[in-house]
């Protein structure tokens, strides 16, 4: 029978398409463009949905060590399967997708598979978590390296009162359908604002996230992404992408504004380059 784990339908993407020439080598140019906001969005869709997975494989098999009388509800579509090895006291747990895709709550696609490693001690306040992948697609794009989340228990400018926080070191390579080639470095810090008294009832959380990211091409190109006011992702919405916040891309000595609202769930956003005419969006897969 198929584990099933939790995850949250909140990730950012833009319903911009990606124009990009099959080696990335091409020329561009020197201003933001909706492609460029475009790449920066899909690859945070693909980070936040791996770093969902992996964040709640912990907090499910949290549930099961712990035998609570909270029944833990999973949100994992039935088309992945899990399997489960504890050896000197690490838990290993691969996620398999499958070959064909395997649809998430958020309507992003998966295939192939997700190995997750994390300690077997819940008492501990900070926790590491470590994945890796194997011919892992996110919505067509191919997607390797590696990554570290380090969750711990703190009080923040965000929440004065201790909550989960958790860090996440980045370090991977996006290969887009049409074989551009990118790398994404960065450091994102998720803070649970709402819901962590009910660790085993995810509906009722929010999260706000914080950081920075570059993204570069082999032709050379690098775009600094920072998130100058925290994005806010409300699970109750069940939307793949924030409901408010602000981020900053900047690519040569061009800026741009990214701006998801002011916490309403629909689907739109303004991107204003150069501090010119903001034009209004409709964010999608």
């Not at 570069?216 to 190109?221: F, L, T, V």
């Amino acid at each position: 029978m198929k584990t099933k784990i939790l995850l949250f339908g909140a990730f950012i993407a833009l319903s911009f398409f990606v124009s990009c020439s099959s080696n990335g080598n091409s020329p561009s140019t020197t201003s933001i463009t909706g492609t460029d906001a475009a790449v920066v969005s899909k690859i945070d869709a693909s980070i936040n949905d791996v770093a969902t997975i992996a964040e709640d494989q912990v907090t499910a098999q949290q549930s099961i060590t712990a035998k609570t009388s909270v029944a833990f509800k999973s949100l994992l579509p039935i088309c992945a399967t899990v399997t489960t090895v504890l050896e000197n006291g690490t838990w290993t747990r691969t996620i398999d997708f499958g070959t064909t895709g395997c649809a998430l709550p958020n309507g992003n696609i998966l295939k192939g598979k997700i190995t997750i490693s994390f300690a077997n001690d819940f008492i501990s306040s900070t926790k590491t978590i470590s994945y890796s992948f194997d011919g892992f697609y996110h919505n067509g794009n191919l997607i390797q390296g590696n990554r570290t989340i380090v969750q711990t228990l703190s009080s923040s400018t965000l929440l004065t009162a201790l909550h989960p926080v958790s860090t996440h070191t980045i370090n991977m390579t996006i290969t887009f359908a049409n074989g551009t080639v990118y790398t994404r470095t960065g450091t994102r810090v998720r803070e649970m604002i709402a819901g962590y008294d009910t660790p085993f009832i995810w509906s009722d959380n929010i999260f706000m996230e914080t950081g920075n990211s570059i993204t570069a091409r082999p032709n050379g190109d690098v775009i600094t992404a920072t998130i100058t006011t925290p994005l806010e992702f409300t699970l109750s919405c069940n939307m793949p992408f924030p409901v408010q916040g602000v981020v900053s891309i900047i690519k040569n000595t061009s800026t741009g504004v990214l701006d998801y609202g002011n916490g309403t769930c629909d689907d739109l956003a303004t991107l204003t380059v150069d501090g010119g005419a903001t034009t209004n969006i409709t964010l999608g897969k």
